[in-house]
């Protein structure tokens, strides 16, 4: 029994490795190709990827550079906005979406929130949060082993009090990781894929017209009622649009 269970472990085990290799050997051979200028095939390299439930955020940054190659401004804004989700504060992202959003038709100011909390939270990803967490945690228990050990009255308040700082800061970042991970569960959003859009007053074709949204803008959605999205513009303007008119982040 012992020896079935052994080489079942191993068999899965083997078919994992297999697994990540042949996802890392995709995305090699959509790197080649987009370097190569043939762009839809690495679009039919990452696709495969994505239809596979493959999730990176090199995944979704290839794809959004891929299809803004091929001037699908509706999908490159998608996955880059996927690829931000997993990591908010890489550069070459952040400038490409900038770009990219200069495309689309609808120029939408952004509303202040006033939230500096949120603000601070959104300004490193959870991972990062954590690491920071994790690092003034381990230095925090080596200031405790250090005030065990010193002489000096003084210098055991020095510890004493870098102590009790590491503890708070690794306690308030910790709070930042948490907070963050599950703003990022919680949003929902999506990008518009329709040409045209005309956002209702209410959820049936008897509402009010309200305003007209175009393809690429990234919305906030607050709802859903009989297949359509209440939705809400970085600009405060909501309405309803149907839900095929948009697809989710």
């Known amino acids: 029994m012992k020896k079935i269970l052994l080489n079942l472990l191993i068999s899965c085990l083997a078919l994992m490795a297999w697994t990540q290799n042949t996802d890392e050997v995709r995305i090699a051979e959509g790197k080649k190709a987009y370097e190569a200028g043939k762009y839809d095939a690495a679009l039919a390299a990452y696709t495969q990827l994505t239809q596979k439930g493959y999730q990176s955020f090199e995944l979704y940054y290839n794809l959004g550079n891929t299809y803004f190659k091929l001037n699908d401004i509706a999908n490159a804004i998608l996955n880059y906005e996927r690829a931000k989700k997993l990591n908010q504060t890489d550069e070459d992202l952040l400038f490409n979406l900038q770009l990219t959003n200069t495309k689309i038709t609808d120029k939408v100011s952004v509303l202040p929130t006033g939230n500096g909390f949120k603000k601070l939270t959104q300004s490193l990803n959870t991972d990062t949060w954590g690491l920071l967490s994790l690092a003034a945690f381990i230095l ?61 007053s209410s959820p049936n074709a008897s509402g009010t017209q309200l305003f007209v949204i175009h393809e690429g803008l990234k919305v906030e959605i607050l709802e859903s009622n009989n297949k359509h999205l209440k939705i809400k513009l970085a600009d405060g303007n909501v309405g309803w649009i149907n839900e095929t008119d948009l697809e989710k982040i």
């Open 140 to 200: 925090a228990t080596g200031m405790l082993f250090l005030f065990l050990y010193v002489q000096s009255l003084s210098l055991k308040r020095f510890v004493l009090g870098t102590f009790f700082v590491l503890i708070f800061f690794s306690i308030f970042t910790y709070i930042l990781a948490h907070q963050s991970e599950k703003w990022r569960k919680n949003a929902s959003e999506g990008i518009i894929f329709n040409p045209s859009v005309t956002v209702m």
